[in-house]
């Protein structure tokens, strides 16, 4: 075998010398090393004249020596230096074939932890700005799956530093090709929880003051993103999620099983549905809670951030899409942080127009950017700004209903910038003849019903409770909390509640019992006092009548408001035993997790438990989806109204509206290559040869009086029937 490898030492024999090496290194290192030296020959006389022979030879020579070199330490150093020189001073000259092979070959060497991770990371990043797509495509790759498997068990921060400095670096000095994938590179390991910390956000904030167009809308569409999309390979759930989804997986299947196994009715399917609805909702609450850290909460300096991006927008000439997505981002940032630019506002003004095609966007911005700690003055402008160029009778309905979202949105952040006049104003819209409009204008008048009831008229104020608020709070006034949300919850068992509520029931049913024979009995003897026997029965007929409506008014009366003392004692006994409990588990207990758990399971009990009842609202208005940092541009886009259908879907609610059976179906042949009947030939015959028939011709030759005739029969018979 040696033999044969030795008669055919060429390029074809690599494989076979390869697995001989990997076998015995010791006894094939002198033919290593005729092959290290040949490829120096190679690529000397490569430098000299280059060509698509000598690639291909160089190639295979290099992934040959890439593969042995672990089996020879004295070339360790050596190799991975001659690669990099080559690929650093030469590239413009090489292949792109040629490129690759070299790249994969110094990857193989990386792999083998022959070469450096600082170093190589460093040349890929400068291998960047090559014209080559394929090798740009590799580099990226390996970089992010790289920089990933370092910091796999644990986080490598010196490495870490190192990188992201020599980024930082290239989005000034390097080409902007380069520099766009060194930040594509930042954001997808940010996008899969590798790179999460402040340095990399603030990296990336720098690409949105940078002057290139590429550059800046790949670091805007970053910060504008809602929520960091986690890879399903990242994805690791703790032992309390899955607890806590084992808990609600308990709860639904109990539901099910009772809804299966008692008598099904209207009322129970509503509650089951309702139920299932709250879980649903309950489990995007905590998914979105999970994932609603936003990049822009990392920022440094917000304040100086928002400055600099007003500053360039100001002097920006590029498309209005991308002036959109720097007012967006303006609009975030003061948002989350509460930041003052009280010139960002007159600047919105401008572009708040109906006409203007992304005119949505623009007010989604304004709302973003409206906050409790901006003043009032501020603000006001452009709600009366809005007022007047959205809500008119002039305009559409979609138009008007788009302004007065837009303005409930504002408001909802900033609810001291509406004035009495301009909000009684908007509601008197809630009877406009437009289902948006109305619906629009009720749920403007439904936010200052928990804001501030005393702007609305008397009409709209509608009955207080204990989520409404007479009159708003002041500017910058905070409200602390008195005790833990839900804390009533870990004391209040369902058995001594059912005991309390038996025993109020027995004591009011005897009331009612004694009560009603006490005013039977006097008023019997009333009645035998008054009269005697020898009255007229007409009037002992209305004597009864009246005896009767009395004692059922009084009946009525002592027993309403026998009920009413009761409700309020047990309000009044239930609310501050409450109050008292809450008060001795926050002055004399610690709260564990596990008390944590029962709060929050017992919330959703009474949540899937409770009942609404008549003319009272359970919770504020409905802004689950809105709450939070970010404003939901669908909120101001939401138009009461069905969509016009285009002719697809209407031929489509056309189709699942008919029956399914289907008429007038020809009954099939009993032998399919049968031939047809005389009378299904006379239908499909040719008009030429049709004419030719005898009895056509016969109806061309009849005679005046025969028409006649025909005629006088055809009438007689009509009248007949």
């Known amino acids: 075998r040696i033999q044969i490898l030795f008669e055919g030492m060429g390029t074809n024999s690599l494989p076979t010398l390869q697995n001989l090496i990997r076998r015995d290194p010791i006894s094939y290192k002198d033919d290593f090393k005729i092959q290290y030296e040949y490829l120096k020959s190679k690529l000397a006389l490569f430098f000299v004249s280059p060509s698509a022979e000598l690639n291909d030879e160089i190639s295979e020579m290099i992934?040959?020596?890439?593969?042995?070199?672990?089996?020879?330490?004295?070339?360790?150093?050596?190799?991975?230096?001659?690669?990099?020189?080559?690929?650093?001073?030469?590239?413009?000259?090489?292949?792109?074939?040629?490129?690759?092979?070299?790249?994969?070959?110094?990857?193989?060497?990386?792999n083998r932890e022959l070469y450096q991770p600082v170093l190589l990371m460093k040349l890929f990043f400068e291998?960047?700005?090559?014209?080559?797509?394929?090798?740009?495509?590799?580099?990226?790759?390996?970089?992010?799956?790289?920089?990933?498997?370092?910091?796999?068990?644990?986080q490598n921060n010196k490495m870490n530093r190192a990188i992201q400095v020599f980024i930082q670096t290239m989005l000034y000095k390097a080409s902007p090709v380069a520099a766009k994938i060194a930040l594509e590179i930042m954001i997808e390991l940010y996008k899969k929880h590798i790179w999460n910390d402040a340095k990399t956000v603030n990296i990336i904030a720098d690409g949105c003051l940078s002057t290139n167009n590429k550059i800046l809308c790949t670091a805007l569409k970053f910060f504008l993103a809602n929520e960091p999309k986690r890879d399903d390979d990242d994805e690791s759930d703790d032992d309390d999620d899955k607890d806590e989804l084992a808990e609600r997986e308990k709860k639904m299947s109990a539901m099910l099983r009772t809804a299966g196994v008692t008598k099904k009715s209207r009322n129970k399917m509503k509650k089951l549905e309702r139920a299932k609805l709250i879980?649903?909702?309950?489990?995007?609450?905590?998914?979105?809670?999970?994932?609603?850290?936003?990049?822009?909460?990392?920022?440094?300096?917000?304040?100086?951030?928002?400055?600099?991006?007003?500053?360039?927008?100001?002097?920006?000439?590029?498309?209005?899409?991308?002036?959109?997505?720097?007012?967006?981002?303006?609009?975030?940032?003061?948002?989350?942080?509460?930041?003052?630019?009280?010139?960002?506002?007159?600047?919105?003004?401008?572009?708040?127009?109906?006409?203007?095609?992304?005119?949505?966007?623009?007010?989604?911005?304004?709302?973003?950017?409206?906050?409790?700690?901006?003043?009032?003055?501020?603000?006001?402008?452009?709600?009366?700004?809005?007022?007047?160029?959205?809500?008119?009778?002039?305009?559409?309905?979609?138009?008007?209903?788009?302004?007065?979202?837009?303005?409930?949105?504002?408001?909802?952040?900033?609810?001291?910038?509406?004035?009495k006049e301009l909000?009684?104003?908007?509601?008197?819209?809630?009877?406009?003849?437009?289902?948006?409009?109305?619906?629009?204008?009720?749920?403007?008048?439904?936010?200052?019903?928990?804001?501030?009831?005393?702007?609305?008229?008397?009409?709209?104020?509608?009955?207080?409770?204990?989520?409404?608020?007479?009159?708003?709070?002041?500017?910058?006034?905070?409200?602390?909390?008195?005790?833990?949300?839900?804390?009533?919850?870990?004391?209040?068992?369902?058995?001594?509640?059912?005991?309390?509520?038996?025993?109020?029931?027995?004591?009011?049913?005897?009331?009612?019992?004694?009560?009603?024979?006490?005013?039977?009995?006097?008023?019997?003897?009333?009645?035998?006092r008054r009269r005697t026997g020898s009255e007229s029965s007409m009037y002992r007929k209305r004597q009864r009548t009246n005896s009767t409506s009395s004692l059922r008014s009084r009946k009525s009366s002592v027993c309403s408001d026998k009920g009413r003392e009761r409700t309020t004692s047990l309000t009044s006994v239930t609310n501050s035993s409450v109050k008292k409990t809450a008060d001795e588990?926050?002055?004399?207990?610690?709260?564990?997790?596990?008390?944590?758990?029962?709060?929050?399971?017992?919330?959703?009990?009474?949540?899937?438990?409770?009942?609404?009842?008549?003319?009272?609202?359970?919770?504020?208005?409905?802004?689950?989806?809105?709450?939070?940092?970010?404003?939901?541009?669908?909120?101001?886009?939401?138009?009461?109204?069905?969509?016009?259908?285009?002719?697809?879907?209407?031929?489509?609610?056309?189709?699942?509206?008919?029956?399914?059976?289907?008429?007038?179906?020809?009954?099939?042949?009993?032998?399919?290559?049968?031939?047809?009947?005389?009378?299904?030939?006379?239908?499909?015959?040719?008009?030429?040869?049709?004419v030719q028939n005898r009895k056509v011709k016969g109806k061309g030759k009849l005679s005046f009086r025969e028409k006649q005739k025909n005629l006088k029969t055809k009438l007689l018979r009509g009248r007949k029937i």
């Open 423 to 528: 909000l009684q104003d908007l509601a008197l819209y809630k009877k406009h003849t437009d289902k948006a409009v109305s619906m629009a204008a009720r749920s403007l008048i439904g936010l200052f019903r928990n804001v501030n009831r005393s702007l609305l008229a008397k009409v709209d104020q509608g009955k207080p409770d204990e989520y409404t608020k007479d009159v708003a709070d002041e500017y910058g006034a905070t409200v602390p909390l008195e005790n833990i949300p839900g804390i009533e919850f870990l004391n209040l068992s369902s058995e001594d509640e059912e005991d309390c509520c038996e025993k109020e029931a027995e004591n009011g049913e005897c009331c009612r019992k004694r009560k009603r024979t006490s005013s039977v009995n006097s008023e019997t003897s009333t009645r035998k």
């Open 127 to 154: 291998l960047l700005s090559c014209p080559d797509k394929a090798l740009r495509e590799l580099l990226k790759m390996h970089i992010i799956a790289d920089i990933k498997n370092i910091n796999n068990k644990r």
């Open 585 to 690: 588990w926050m002055t004399e207990k610690l709260l564990t997790d596990e008390d944590f758990k029962r709060i929050e399971s017992k919330r959703l009990e009474s949540l899937m438990q409770g009942k609404q009842r008549k003319g009272k609202r359970q919770a504020s208005p409905s802004r689950d989806a809105n709450d939070g940092d970010i404003v939901n541009q669908a909120n101001i886009e939401f138009i009461a109204k069905h969509k016009k259908q285009s002719k697809e879907e209407r031929l489509e609610t056309i189709r699942k509206g008919r029956p399914t059976k289907k008429f007038g179906i020809k009954r099939a042949k009993m032998d399919p290559f049968a031939s047809t009947t005389n009378a299904d030939k006379r239908k499909n015959k040719n008009f030429l040869m049709a």
């Open 63 to 110: 992934m040959f020596i890439s593969h042995c070199i672990k089996c020879y330490p004295d070339y360790h150093e050596e190799f991975p230096k001659m690669l990099e020189d080559l690929i650093r001073k030469h590239n413009s000259i090489l292949a792109s074939e040629f490129r690759i092979m070299i790249c994969k070959s110094l990857i193989i060497l990386r």
């Open 279 to 419: 879980l649903r909702k309950d489990k995007k609450k905590k998914k979105a809670a999970e994932g609603s850290f936003l990049a822009v909460h990392l920022l440094n300096d917000p304040q100086s951030f928002s400055e600099k991006l007003f500053k360039q927008l100001g002097r920006l000439n590029e498309k209005f899409e991308i002036k959109l997505m720097v007012m967006q981002l303006i609009a975030r940032v003061i948002g989350v942080h509460q930041l003052f630019l009280f010139n960002f506002y007159p600047y919105l003004q401008k572009y708040l127009n109906h006409s203007q095609v992304h005119c949505t966007k623009v007010l989604a911005a304004a709302a973003q950017a409206s906050h409790p700690l901006v003043p009032a003055d501020v603000i006001e402008p452009v709600l009366r700004h809005i007022a007047n160029t959205f809500i008119s009778d002039h305009q559409r309905s979609e138009v008007m209903a788009v302004g007065i979202n837009a303005v409930r949105e504002i408001c909802s952040r900033c609810p001291l910038a509406m004035t």
